[in-house]
């Protein structure tokens, strides 16, 4: 079982950047694949983004390609999300979540990190 943490989150002006980050415990993070997802208010959460094992495949949603990059240190046991370029739509709660399986399901959450960008 892996534990996650997320951290990051704030409230940005549109056109801003910002950088998510997410910190797992245990011995065997490696083992994972790692994603990001949102949910805002009213609306089902979404992928935004998820990243293998090694980090070599990646995938985003289409409204956050080119203004998202996945990342992760497997030897600090962290996973990060750039955003830049945020809109108004990218509004939401932020959450890290961990797979053994790179296309899911995600069984593993963090508790969610607020993501606000005003207009």
């Known amino acids: 079982q892996v534990q996650l943490v997320e951290s990051g989150g704030g409230l940005v002006q549109a056109g801003g950047s910002l950088r998510l980050s997410c910190a797992a415990s245990?011995?065997?993070?490696?083992?994972?694949?790692m994603g990001w997802f949102r949910q805002a208010p009213g609306k089902e959460r979404e992928l935004v983004a998820r990243i293998d094992r090694t980090g070599g495949v990646t995938y985003y949603t289409d409204s956050v390609k080119g203004r998202f990059t996945i990342s992760r240190d497997n030897a600090k046991n962290m996973v990060f999300l750039q955003m830049n370029s945020l809109k108004p739509d990218d509004t939401a709660v932020y959450y890290c979540?961990?797979?053994?399986?790179?296309?899911?399901?995600?069984?593993?959450w963090g508790q969610g990190t607020q993501v606000t960008v005003s207009s």
């Open positions: 979540a961990a797979s053994l399986i790179y296309t899911g399901p995600y069984p593993y």
């Open positions: 245990g011995r065997t993070f490696s083992s994972y694949a």
